[in-house]
Nanobody, 119 residues
Framework: QVQLVESGGGLVQPGGSLRLSCTAS????????MGWYRQAPGEQRELVAR???????NYADSVKGRFTISRDNAKNTMYLQMNSLKPDDTAIYYC?????????????WGQGTQVTVSS
């Protein structure tokens, strides 16, 4: 089992910045792909950014150039630096850990943290 705890959400004005954190209960980054997802009211959950166990990153087109995903293996913590925030970025942001092996498909989620972009 893996527990994921997000923090860092809040209310920010358009154009502002926030940094989200996701701390895992144990060292998993070398074997799990980690990701940030978000879900706005009435919308489906969508991938925001992802980092593989090998460190390869990818981003949703809507956040490219504004958001950066990173991780600190020593702290078991993943980050999402969000700059130039827009009202459309308002959503609950979730941390995810995923690993597929021959015999298992492990998928863990955090509880979510609210990000609101408004003036």
């Amino acid at each position: 089992q893996v527990q994921l705890v997000e923090s860092g959400g809040g209310l920010v004005q358009p154009g502002g910045s926030l940094r989200l954190s996701c701390t895992a209960s144990r060292n998993i980054f070398s074997i799990y792909a980690m990701g940030w997802y978000r879900q706005a009211p009435g919308e489906q959950r969508e991938l925001v950014a992802r980092i593989t166990s090998g460190g390869i990153t990818n981003y949703a087109d809507s956040v490219k150039g504004r958001f950066t995903i990173s991780r600190d293996n020593a702290k078991n913590t993943m980050y999402l630096q969000m700059n130039s925030l827009k009202p459309d970025d308002t959503a609950i942001y979730y941390c995810n850990a995923h690993r597929v092996t021959v015999t298992r498909d492990d998928d863990y989620w955090g509880q979510g943290t609210q990000v609101t972009v408004s003036s």
